[in-house]
Structure formats: C-alpha cells, structure tokens
C-alpha cells in the first residue's frame, strides 16, 4: 500500500476552512453523495452482487466513490463503505436485504460480546484501506478524502437491536439495565473506531467524519457517556497519532448541546442537521476554532425550484464570515434528481461571488 500522502492544504480548498480561514465560495460535498440516485452507481452496485460485496472490493467501491467527483465536482470526496462494516468486520453477521435495509444478528446482552473479536478485523479493514488508497490515486489533485466510521453509540443501536429503529430502545434499555456490560460494547466499538479511521488515514484519508446519527435519540445526562466520552476518546487518540488531520464530528439531533459537544470531544468540524440553528451557533462555534457544516433539507433537494435556490443562499449567508463547508443537514435520498445535484453545486459556487 502507497504511505499517506500529506494533505496540500495549498493546493486543497477543503482544507482551508480547517486553518481558520473562511473561503468564499464555500468548499462542498454531501452526506451520501454516492449511491442510488445516480445511475452508474446502481449499474456498479447490480455488478457487485450484495451491498457489502461493494463495500469490500476495492475496484469497484473506489469507483462509486469516484462517480459524484466526475459528475458534480465536489471539493471532497467520501469513502465508499458503511458504518456496519465494523460491527460485520469483529465477527457480527450482517446483511443488507433490498428494500429493507440492515438486518443484523442481534447482540442483546453481555453474554454475547464473546461474538466480537478485535483479532478477526484485519483482512477487512484492509479492503477498505486499499480502497481509499485507489481512490487517492484516482483523485484530481486539490479534491480531499473523507474516511469515516459510524459512532459507537449509533453503531450499537443496530448491533444491538439486529435492524434500523425508530425510537433506538433496545440499545437505551440495555444502556439502563446494565451499563457495565453496554459499555463494554462502546469500549470494543471506541477501540475498533480509532484503528479503523486511524489505518484510513494512513492510506490516504485528508479527513475523518465520525457519524452519530442517532445522538438525538439520549436523554441530556445519557449523552455525556454514550456519545461524548466515547467521542472525546476517538478525536483526542487520532489527534495523537495523525495531529495534522481534522475529524468533523456529526451528531445529530442533539440541538442546544452542540458547543458542549464540540467543547468536550475536541472536533475540528462540526457537522449541523437541519434543526440546528446556524446563526446563532456560528459565533461560539468559530471562537472555538472549529468549523461549521451544514445543513440543507435533503427533500428541498428532491423539490428543487426557487425554494432551493433561496435556501443555498440564505445558509451561506448564515455562515457569514465564519469558517464554512458546505452539506445537506443528512443524507441525500434516493429519489434526488441528479439535475439538482447539480444546480445545488452551480449555486454554492455562484452564490457567495458576488
Ligand atoms: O456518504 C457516502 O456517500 C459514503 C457512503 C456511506 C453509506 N452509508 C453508503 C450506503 C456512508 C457514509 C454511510 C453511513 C451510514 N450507514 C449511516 C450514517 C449516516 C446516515 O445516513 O444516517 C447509517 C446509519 C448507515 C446504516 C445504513 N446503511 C442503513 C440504515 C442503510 C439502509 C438504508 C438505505 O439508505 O438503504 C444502509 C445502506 C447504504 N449505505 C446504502 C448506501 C449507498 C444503500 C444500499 C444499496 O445500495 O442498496
């Protein structure tokens, strides 16, 4: 495997906003900007055979990756993977069944950990390493990589419910009933988490983004040791072993506990849903150094029109001279038209030249 490249944050727009500087245009790129909405990727993912096929062949998922950099010239790139491909990777067993998503077997109690083996990582983690380092290969010089891995409170709401859930209750009871065995499988995802990002970015990774998707669903004082102490954990080993490279941090859901989160974890970025009210958090944000991402209503991507063309507008306004990327405030969806993906990118880039 070729050693890491170190980032030309010269040459890398991306990475600018990291030096506390706020470019105009915003950098842009966005949460599942690789995937079903676009042709090529399902004509890739038809090829491949299962979900997680993909995932572990190098060729292929670094051409998935690729795809929206050729198409939409975005300023970074994202691994193409999945947060489950941890828990599937320490031994658990995983599919992903059309039409419904994630199906794992479930981990409900202490007693299962024993399933988890930190050994049994290897040969698949070095799949997705040798994906990221053909995708730095294939990269137009300046384009960053974003690695990423879920967080272990949101990878333990599925390792232990076995599905995606609406209200994350299996992993919250086990949490109450027995917080020394559920913390156990924090520890295990926590370790596995920091090897995983830290071998991504030794093949080639600019940046980590560490998804909590499900952060919202905690109770004030539950979040301090499920997502923040776990989260602190990840960012302060990374900053020690790879000082140079950001990690933005994407909890979502957890409104006013924003800067008490950036403040706590140590995050160099700060990934904002929809929710998240952006003028007002942007000044104590940016006095701590860190940067702002955010956060367009993936179905105003899907509507498109003016109401879009009013909201890209209106967000990099919000973002005012504050150190600023440009996302959705979650994933994109699959019925997005490509079109819009488009427009959206022609807008940001117009949008704050003049
Ligand atoms: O952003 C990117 O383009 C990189 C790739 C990426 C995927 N999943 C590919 C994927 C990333 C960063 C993820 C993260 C992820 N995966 C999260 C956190 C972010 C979020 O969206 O909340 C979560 C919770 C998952 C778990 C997961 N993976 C679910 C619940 C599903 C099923 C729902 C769905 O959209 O199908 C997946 C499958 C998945 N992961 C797909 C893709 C492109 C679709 C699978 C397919 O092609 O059939």
């Given at each position: 495997?070729?050693?890491?490249?170190?980032?030309?944050?010269?040459?890398?727009?991306?990475?600018?906003?990291?030096?506390?500087?706020?470019?105009?245009?915003?950098?842009?790129?966005?949460?599942?900007?690789?995937?079903?909405?676009?042709?090529?990727?399902?004509?890739?993912?038809?090829?491949?055979?299962?979900?997680?096929?993909?995932?572990?062949?190098?060729?292929?998922?670094?051409?998935?990756?690729?795809?929206?950099?050729?198409?939409?010239?975005?300023?970074?790139?994202?691994?193409?993977?999945?947060i489950l491909?941890v828990?599937?990777?320490?031994?658990?067993?995983?599919?992903?069944?059309?039409?419904?998503?994630?199906?794992?077997?479930?981990?409900?109690?202490?007693?299962?950990?024993?399933?988890?083996?930190?050994?049994?990582?290897?040969?698949?983690?070095?799949?997705?390493?040798?994906?990221?380092?053909?995708?730095?290969?294939?990269?137009?010089?300046?384009?960053?990589?974003?690695?990423?891995c879920g967080a272990p409170?949101t990878v333990?709401?599925?390792?232990?419910?076995?599905?995606?859930?609406?209200?994350?209750?299996?992993?919250?009871?086990?949490?109450?009933?027995?917080?020394?065995?559920?913390?156990?499988?924090?520890?295990?995802?926590?370790?596995?988490?920091?090897?995983?990002?830290?071998?991504?970015?030794?093949?080639?990774?600019?940046?980590?983004?560490i998804f909590d998707t499900?952060?919202?669903?905690?109770?004030?004082?539950?979040?301090?040791?499920?997502?923040?102490?776990?989260?602190?954990?990840?960012?302060?080993?990374?900053?020690?072993?790879?000082?140079?490279?950001?990690?933005?941090?994407?909890?979502?859901?957890?409104?006013?506990?924003?800067?008490?989160?950036?403040?706590?974890?140590?995050?160099?970025?700060?990934?904002?849903?929809?929710?998240?009210?952006?003028?007002?958090?942007?000044?104590?944000?940016?006095?701590?150094?860190?940067?702002?991402?955010?956060?367009?209503?993936?179905?105003?991507?899907?509507?498109?029109?003016?109401?879009?063309?009013?909201?890209?507008?209106?967000?990099?306004?919000?973002?005012?001279?504050?150190?600023?990327?440009?996302?959705?405030?979650?994933?994109?969806?699959?019925?997005?038209?490509?079109?819009?993906?488009?427009?959206?990118?022609?807008?940001?880039?117009?949008?704050?030249?003049?």
């Open positions: 495997m070729p050693g890491r490249t170190p980032p030309r944050l010269s040459e890398c727009r991306f990475l600018q906003p990291f030096s506390g500087k706020a470019i105009s245009p915003p950098p842009v790129w966005l949460m599942r900007q690789a995937g079903r909405y676009l042709p090529e990727y399902r004509e890739i993912r038809e090829k491949a055979g299962g979900f997680l096929d993909l995932c572990y062949t190098p060729t292929l998922a670094a051409e998935v990756t690729l795809q929206p950099i050729r198409r939409f010239g975005f300023d970074a790139a994202i691994l193409f993977s999945d491909v828990p599937h990777a320490l031994g658990q067993k995983v599919e992903f069944k059309e039409g419904e998503g994630p199906v794992l077997e479930p981990i409900r109690q202490a007693a299962d950990l024993s399933r988890l083996d930190q050994s049994r990582t290897t040969d698949k983690f070095a799949k997705v390493y040798e994906t990221v380092a053909r995708v730095r290969d294939g990269l137009p010089r300046g384009t960053a990589l974003i690695g990423f409170w333990a709401t599925y390792v232990v419910a076995g599905h995606g859930t609406t209200d994350q209750a299996d992993a919250r009871l086990w949490a109450y009933r027995d917080p020394e065995g559920f913390s156990r499988l924090i520890d295990i995802l926590t370790t596995t988490s920091i090897e995983y990002l830290s071998g991504q970015i030794l093949a080639g990774a600019d940046v980590v983004q499900w952060a919202g669903a905690l109770p004030t004082n539950e979040l301090e040791r499920w997502v923040i102490t776990p989260t602190r954990k990840i960012v302060t080993e990374l900053r020690s072993r790879h000082p140079e490279v950001p990690v933005i941090g994407f909890p979502k859901g957890i409104g006013v506990h924003v800067p008490h989160y950036v403040e706590e974890t140590g995050v160099d970025g700060i990934g904002c849903d929809t929710t998240m009210p952006m003028p007002e958090l942007r000044d104590r944000i940016a006095e701590l150094g860190v940067v702002m991402q955010g956060n367009l209503d993936p179905l105003l991507l899907v509507a498109g029109g003016v109401e879009l063309e009013r909201r890209v507008c209106e967000i990099i306004s919000e973002a005012g001279d504050a150190p600023f990327i440009f996302n959705l405030g979650h994933g994109i969806v699959p019925q997005t038209p490509p079109s819009h993906v488009a427009r959206l990118v022609e807008l940001v880039r117009q949008g704050s030249s003049g």
